[in-house]
């Protein structure tokens, strides 16, 4: 019977402790491509097989620097050394450390946001296999424990073989299989996590066990991994946000942008995260496999947003000890000293007025550093949730290969529901006195004097009670047939295949907004039925108040079903959770059909020089339709839209070997982004909000949406030697009909709302360079000889093009630098890694259609034209460690530390320079240990 035996690929940079290792590989012509790399299936004898490696991190990455010299397509992978050594608790956590990824911080302290090359249209794979969740066209990569994963391949550009759909790139997913290993396993793992913001020590825990076995009808192997997780943790934030001329009431002071409020609020709660994962492979020949699989991932939450609030313009509220910076600019400025709609700007003849007049004028304004606010206004707002996700997904197939031919066979159904019930409740009082500092180091700085909101008397009902229930299904059959021929001559391969993809999506929402009894702050807390434990003490924010706590309704009250009914009959609305409305509904179905050949070539041209590589295509044909409604004045519409798709995408690649170590290569290929069904969704909703300070919102879909479509081109230099390699990379993407979504200000039956809609920006550019590389100073003496260095550095300089009114400024999300700097050290059982991650400053919010007040230039004044206005993130990094020690050949310790330099987001509003908002990181420190039997 076949025993296989793999070594895990490493790569060009190892993120945190020994037995994680990151390379940048590829599949070579004689290959399994990594879309289709399965630990069950049976390897080509010249391939490069996934073993577990018991040896060196070095080891695993000169095995890698190995790979991606045979190789002509660049892969960067993410490899565990052995089962259970990820060091990182997420997927999305450990591709930060890959060359010209990028991520961000999400509101639970959890890495999210990954974009590669800038970009975040990732298509993910799950062993070859597409997978999602519920809605979206993408995976949450922090759904999926580290501890459940065998290796990440990150592919940067398409080959045929590859299902499409990722602009960005494909990530892969590979999941450990029974015949990866040669004998009898059981891996556990232990580790506690501490997070410095909420002062906890956190559990996480996994269990691996597989065997094989040498039976009557074959070889048969099996395999269960199941891992767990729980997390406290605590997100302040401090934010500065709209600003406004204080020429309205009450100020009635000229010259001067304050602040509209002055706030912050805590993402704080706990979630846990469970995980398992199975397979089956039996070799009941020779040439045939057969294998079954299945994984489940969830998450559980019990998360709540704590907001605080003084808000600065409302009746009442006086300003003093005023002092400007020299921020000063001229500004429309609309009677409520806001920016003006485009409504305002130029307003349309109508039968009753046939000349209107603009409503705004233009005013010099100096932002306020510094003032002091007596009487204002205040809100405390707890925002409760409870949130649910599970993603199922079964698959199984069969291999069969004799002589020159191969043939995979696959099918696999996926299922991804996400739950978010969410209930809103707002308080308030009056503070006699708020000092505000708008600009310190960057950042707002404020004291509400005397900490009066952590008093219980006086707190009154405010704004109103707000219920939003949410459900989000997705469903994926996949049939695929994948086959390959050895033919010999220069064309040493053949590939061809054929796919069929059926999915579903169905969003359903309920949202019911219901104003504060008798008026806002009219209500007396302490004369409603409620119990004493309504109110708690939530945790402080930096910058305000010292970090002292202060009061808010009680999240769990909020959660539980006896509070909800009684806040619902205080406020007077239904009892019980509210049904969904069909205006917040969309239904989605989508088909995809797909073919690919692909070729692998190969000349010997004399010498060690020769040159081989891929040339293939890939038709597919998308039908898709999705039905949704809208709301107009109190009637709710059902709108359908069907669209289809034919797109035909080509992929080349050449490399050439000149001997010595020294090789170069070139690719090409075209690939798709289809919209998200979301964005697509042809309704519209909206809701008037109950907070006179917040901007009545809504959103739509746009079914006219086109796919997003790139034409990729690299070119690499690479050179190896004994103990280390540098590789040189350049890119470029041409983007057509880039999707975007932003907010625009809209006028529905008189009253204003900003909607957010998805749009396609027309054409956009990426292009940059990467540079990586690894080295090992064996030439040092004695322990010195065990230090290493690897890094990377990537430069995405992009442009959007085309008539959009972002044309010329860069993509969303995408900074211009980001580069990766590791010291690694492995001797005598001691192995360590330090490893600092930086990126430069980038735009994630084009919030053009807020009202803040912003210069307006006389081109502007001219044309009517809204000034563009963009919220920029500063640079910042990330100082991250690890050291384990091996005990023995099956006991490990290590510890290690997330972000220990405390970097935060930090953002601030262009081409006006108001600082935003500061978010506050966490440091997370580890201690672990992992056990073989």
Request: proline content about 6%; charged content about 20%.
């Amino acid at each position: 019977m076949r025993k296989t035996t793999r070594a895990l690929v490493s790569v060009s940079l190892l993120p945190l402790v020994a037995g994680f290792v990151i390379a940048e590989a590829a599949a070579a012509p004689a290959q399994q491509t990594a879309a289709q790399t399965d630990a069950s299936e049976p390897q080509p004898a010249d391939s490069v097989e996934e073993i577990v490696i018991t040896g060196t991190i070095r080891r695993s990455l000169e095995a890698a620097a190995e790979i991606k010299r045979e190789s002509p397509r660049v892969v960067d992978s993410i490899v565990a050394e052995e089962i259970g050594k990820f060091p990182d608790p997420t997927t999305a956590a450990a591709l930060q450390r890959v060359p010209g990824v990028q991520v961000t911080v999400g509101a639970n302290n959890e890495i999210t946001g990954v974009v590669i090359r800038g970009l975040g249209d990732i298509l993910t794979t799950l062993d070859g296999r597409e997978f999602f969740s519920t809605t979206d066209r993408s995976f949450s990569f922090q759904d999926l424990p580290a501890e459940a994963l065998a290796r990440v391949d990150v592919i940067k550009s398409q080959t045929a073989d590859i299902i499409e759909g990722g602009i960005a790139g494909v990530t892969d997913l590979q999941l450990n299989k029974p015949f990866k290993f040669n004998d009898p396993a059981i891996v556990v793992t232990v580790r506690g996590n501490y997070a410095t913001n909420v002062d906890k020590l956190n559990p996480q825990l996994g269990l691996l066990v597989t065997d094989r076995w040498d039976t009557g009808v074959g070889e048969i192997g099996a395999l269960l991994n199941v891992s767990w997780s729980h997390t406290d943790y605590n997100r302040p934030y401090l934010y500065a946000p709209v600003r406004r001329s204080t020429a309205i009431a009450p100020f009635n002071l000229p010259g001067f942008a304050s602040q509209n409020v002055a706030g912050g609020l805590n993402e704080y709660g706990w979630y846990e995260r469970p995980q398992a994962n199975a397979a089956l492979q039996w070799q009941a020949t020779p040439e045939l496999e057969v294998y079954v699989d299945g994984l489940y991932a969830g998450y559980r939450a019990k998360q709540q947003s704590a907001f605080v609030e003084a808000q600065l313009f409302n009746a009442g509220t006086t300003i003093s000890n005023v002092v400007a910076n020299d921020n000063c600019f001229r500004a429309r400025v609309n009677p409520a000293g806001f920016n003006p709609t485009p409504q305002q700007i130029n307003p349309q003849p109508t039968e009753t007025n046939p000349n209107p007049v603009p409503m705004f004028e233009l005013q010099h304004l100096c932002e306020i550093d510094s003032a002091t606010y007596g009487n204002t206004t205040s809100f405390v707002s707890t925002q409760a949730r409870d949130q649910q996700t599970d993603n199922y997904l079964i698959g199984g197939g069969f291999i069969f290969e004799r002589g020159p031919g191969r043939v995979k066979f696959d099918l696999a159904y996926q299922e991804s529901t996400f739950t978010n019930n969410v209930v809103i409740v707002d308080i308030g009082k009056r503070l006699a006195q708020v000092q505000v500092q708008s600009n310190v180091d960057l950042n707002a700085q404020y004291e509400f004097v005397g900490n009066p909101l952590n008093d219980p008397t006086d707190f009154r009902l405010r704004n109103g009670l707000n219920q939003n229930f949410n459900r989000q299904e997705g469903s994926l059959f996949q049939a695929r047939m994948d086959s390959e021929f050895d033919v010999g001559g220069f064309i040493p391969k053949l590939q061809f295949g054929l796919r069929f993809a059926d999915r579903s999506a169905v969003s359903n929402q309920a949202l019911v907004n219901r104003a504060a009894p008798g008026g806002d702050s009219v209500t007396l807390l302490s004369s409603l039925d409620l119990p004493a434990d309504f109110l708690v003490e939530v945790p402080g924010i930096p910058r305000l108040n010292g970090g002292a706590p202060r009061l808010s309704p009680n999240p769990d009250y909020l959660r539980s079903a006896a509070g909800r009914d009684r806040l619902r009959a205080i406020y007077g609305v239904a009892l019980g959770d509210p049904a969904f409305q069909p205006e917040r509904r969309f239904d989605a179905k989508e088909r995809t059909f797909a073919g690919y050949i692909q070729a692998n070539y190969e000349f010997e041209l004399g010498g060690p020089v020769v040159l081989d590589g891929t040339v293939g295509v890939r038709p597919t044909l998308t039908d898709r339709q999705i039905a949704g409604a809208g709301v107009i004045s109190n009637v709710v519409t059902p709108v359908v839209a069907k669209t289809s798709d034919v797109d035909v995408l080509p992929n080349a690649s050449a490399r050439l070997q000149l001997g010595g170590g020294l090789q170069v290569r070139a690719t090409y290929s075209k690939a798709i982004r289809r919209p998200g069904f979301g964005a697509l969704n042809p309704g519209l909703n909206y809701i008037v909000a109950t907070n006179p300070n917040v901007q009545n919102s809504g959103s739509a879909g746009n079914p006219d949406l086109r796919p997003q479509k790139s034409e990729s081109f690299d070119a690499t230099v690479e050179y190896y030697w004994r103990t280390g390699f540098v590789a040189v990379a350049g890119y470029y993407r041409d983007i057509t009909d880039r999707v975007i979504s932003s907010p625009t200000l809209e006028e529905i039956d008189g009253i204003g709302y900003n909607i957010t809609r998805p749009r396609n920006v027309g054409q956009a550019t990426l292009k940059g360079v990467e540079v990586s590389g690894q080295a090992f100073f064996d030439f040092l003496p004695g322990a010195l000889s065990g230090f290493g260095v690897s890094g990377n550095f990537t430069y995405a300089d992009s442009e959007v093009g085309g008539g959009d009114s972002l044309a010329g400024l860069p993509l969303q999300g995408v900074s211009k630098y980001n580069f990766n700097a590791g010291l690694i050290y492995e001797k005598f059982g001691l192995s360590g890694r330090v490893i600092y991650t930086h990126r430069s400053r980038y735009f994630d919010q084009e919030t053009t259609g807020l009202n803040l007040v912003r210069p307006v230039s006389d081109e502007q004044l001219a044309t009517d034209a809204t000034p563009v206005n963009l919220n920029y993130v500063r640079p910042g990094g990330r100082l991250d460690f690890g050291l384990g020690y091996e005990l023995n050949k099956n006991l490990r310790v290590d510890v290690g530390g997330t972000n220990i330099l405390g970097n935060k987001y930090r953002s601030y509003f262009d081409p006006t320079g108001f600082t935003r908002d500061i978010r506050f990181d966490d440091t997370i420190y580890t201690v672990g240990i992992r056990a073989r039997i």
